[in-house]
Every structure is written in C-alpha cells, then in structure tokens.
C-alpha cells in the first residue's frame, strides 16, 4: 500500500471533518517529525492525470486553508510510509523555514491582458502581394511582428513595474512572469498576509480603476502553490500516468 501525500503542514493535530481525497479515498493528518501531512491510502503505481484527480488534490489542500498555510505536493507524489518518514527527518529544517515564509499567508493571483483592441495604421498596412512581391512581402510582415514584439515587450515591463509599485508593502514575497504575447502581458502571484487581505483587495481594485486600458483577471485565495520549493519535492516518486 502506498501514501498519496498533499501537503505538509504544521499546527495542526486533528482535521475538523472528513475529507476525501484521490478515488475517493479517505484523508487522514499524520504526525511525524512534529509535522503534519496529508495522506490518503493508493493502490496503484500511478496516478492518472485526469479533471477529477487535479480538483481532489487542490480540494484536500485548500481543506485546511482556513487553518494553517499548507506547502502542497505537487499533483501525483506516491510514498511509501518508510520514504515519508525519510523524507521528513532529512527535510525537517528546509521544510521549517519555507513553513515560516508563507505562514499566515495566502497566494492571490493576478494576470493581466490588454483591454484594447490593436489596429495598425493605414500607412502599415500590408499591400497587395502582387504589388510587392513574395519576399518584399514576407519581410514587411517579419518587420512588423518584430516591432510589434518589441512594444509589446516594453509595455509588459512597464506594467510589471507599477504593479509591483502598486503592491509594494502589501506582500510577503511576488512571483512574476512577464508574457508579452499577443494580448497577455503578465502572470503575478502575491503571497499576502491574511491580517492584509482586505487592504491588498482595496488597493488591486483602486488599480484596476487607474488602468482602464488593461483588463485584470484575479482569483485567490489559494494555497501558496507559486512559493513551495520544489527542491523539496520527493526524489523518487511512483509517477503519473
């Protein structure tokens, strides 16, 4: 019989009610190492990657969210009970502080698009094949693509930038990924202090306000899946299917 673990935590020595985790099975808090995981018993090798399996695990999480700030596992980690323990004696001080920099915290996420629409000027405007010729063509349009790249580029910088400003003293520690693609301009997750919450939401709204050229797209609160270390991931795992 093998563990399916989602999450360490601490704080806590009993779950509140019944969850149910991965096939349905039932989901227990072990102690060990003065730790808390969550665990569900699995019989087989490997965990199918499936809607069902993915909402179960973040379900099992986000259970004890309004109770401690969990570090999940990331989706399909198989243990034996031997490895776990291993696992948690030779983790417990990594484990410890990385517990410490999201304790009492939320993950907000916050990605952010452009809200207008692009429309080239009339003097870019492509010709005509059959009037510039194939190559003619096909530079004009590589030259456009890679001016556009570029704006967009820089634009996504400086959007980077004053959310950053805007959050500034609101968090915790930011994860940003910029994206300048066609529309989309950035990723950001927030890790946010519960007592803060209220003030962060305060301050997104006030900023969504100011920049009506952009269209954010927020959700939250969540475990703090951006800021658990994957380092700290089990080296051997039974793998997902």
């Known amino acids: 019989m093998k563990l ?7 704080g806590l020595d ?5 969850v149910v985790g991965i096939s349905g099975a039932p989901v227990r808090l072990e102690k060990l190492e003065d730790l808390g995981v969550l665990v569900s018993d699995f019989d087989d ?14 379900a099992v999480v986000r259970s004890v969210l309004d109770l401690t700030t969990p570090l999940p596992f990331r989706f399909g980690t198989l243990v034996t009970q031997q490895q776990l323990r291993n696992y948690l004696s030779a983790r ?14 939320v993950e907000m996420s916050v ?8 429309k080239a000027p009339k003097e870019n405007r492509e010709e005509p094949a059959q009037e510039q010729g194939i190559g003619t063509t096909f530079l004009a349009a590589k030259r456009r693509e890679l001016l556009g790249s570029g704006l967009r580029s820089a634009q996504a910088k400086e959007i980077s930038t004053w959310l950053n400003e805007t959050v500034s003293g609101l968090t915790r520690d930011v994860k940003v990924s910029v994206q300048p693609s066609e529309k989309l301009f950035l990723a950001a997750a927030h890790l946010v202090e519960r007592a803060g919450l209220k003030q962060y939401r305060l301050k997104m709204a006030a900023a969504r306000a100011a920049r009506p050229d952009l269209r954010f797209l927020s959700s ?22």
């Open 4 to 10: 399916y673990v989602y999450c360490v935590l601490e």
């Open 14 to 18: 009993a779950l509140d009610e019944a």
């Open 45 to 58: 090798d490997a965990v199918h990657v499936t809607r069902e399996n993915a909402m179960a695990h973040a």
């Open 92 to 105: 417990k001080p990594a484990l410890e502080t990385n517990l410490s920099l999201v304790r009492d915290c």
């Open 111 to 118: 990605k952010i698009i452009s809200a207008l629409e692009e």
């Open 220 to 241: 939250g609160p969540w475990p703090p899946y951006s800021f658990t270390n994957i380092e700290l991931e089990f080296k051997t795992q039974f793998g997902v299917s």
